[in-house]
C-alpha cells in the first residue's frame, strides 16, 4: 500500500511541475526515468510495512557531585592575590554564560603568571563551558599543566575528574577524586559529602581516606 502512496505522489509531482511549465518534455522524461530508479529501488530494498527499529539507549553516564559554589570552594582554588581577582572576575563572566570572555580573562592573567595552577584550572573550565561539556585536548592540557606545576592541587583534580566522568572516561577519574579526597584537610566543607556522593556513584575506590597529614 505504502508503494502505492508513493507512486501516486511522484506522479502528481511530476503532473504539477509540467502542468505549470517547469519541467519541458525532455526534462520531464529524465525525470521520470530517476523516479522509475528510485522506486525500483525501493520496492526491492525498503520495507515500509515492518515497524521502526526501536534505537538502543545509550548506556546512563556514572552520576557526578554537583561542582562546589560558594564555601564550598574553599580549599580547591586560590583565594588571594591577583590569581583570586581574576577567577572571580572570569566566574562573573560564567554567571553571564560568556565563557569566551571568562576564557580571555583568564589568558591575560596567565601572560602575568604562567605558573598558576588555578589559571589553568580556570582556563580549563573556561574551554569546557565554552564546548557545552565537552573535553577537548586543549582543555585537558589545562588541568594536566595545573597538576604538573602543583602535584595534587585540588581544584584540578576535582573539575579535571569530574569532566572525565560525564565524557564517559569514568575510570580514568577514580584515582583523581581518590587523591583529591586524600589531599583535602578534614574540615574542608565540602569533604564529606563529597566522599558521600562518590561512594553512591561508584567513583571512589575502596581505600582508607585519611587525608594527607593527619595522624594514623
Not at 505549470?20 to 526515468?33: I, N, P, Q
Not at 587523591?179 to 567513583?203: T, Y
Amino acid at each position: 500500500m505504502a508503494l502505492f502512496l508513493v507512486i501516486a505522489l511522484g506522479l502528481v509531482t511530476l503532473g504539477l511541475l509540467w502542468w505549470r511549465g517547469k519541467l519541458s518534455a525532455g526534462a520531464l522524461s529524465v525525470s521520470g526515468a530517476a523516479l522509475s530508479l528510485g522506486l525500483v529501488g525501493y520496492a526491492l530494498q525498503g520495507s515500509p510495512s515492518l515497524p521502526a527499529a526501536p534505537v538502543a539507549p545509550r548506556p546512563a553516564a556514572a552520576a557526578v557531585p554537583a561542582l562546589p559554589n560558594g564555601s564550598a570552594k574553599d580549599g580547591l582554588m586560590d583565594k588571594v592575590g591577583g590569581e583570586a581577582d581574576t577567577l572571580a572576575q572570569a566566574d562573573a563572566y560564567f554567571r553571564i554564560d560568556r565563557p569566551d570572555l571568562a576564557a580571555r580573562v583568564i589568558r591575560l592573567g596567565l601572560e602575568k603568571n604562567p605558573q598558576s595552577p588555578g589559571l589553568w584550572t580556570g582556563l580549563g573550565n573556561a574551554m569546557v563551558a565554552h564546548d557545552k561539556g565537552l573535553l577537548s585536548p586543549p582543555a585537558e592540557y589545562c588541568y594536566q599543566r595545573a597538576l604538573r606545576l602543583v602535584p595534587g592541587y585540588p581544584g584540578a583534580l576535582y573539575y579535571y575528574a569530574i569532566l572525565l566522568v560525564e565524557n564517559d572516561r569514568a575510570s580514568e577519574a577514580k584515582p583523581l577524586f581518590a587523591e583529591l579526597v586524600r589531599r583535602l584537610p578534614s574540615d574542608a566543607p565540602m569533604r564529606s559529602s563529597l566522599i558521600a556522593d562518590l561512594q553512591k556513584a561508584g567513583l571512589l575506590e575502596n581505600q582508607p581516606l585519611v587525608p594527607e597529614g593527619a595522624a594514623k
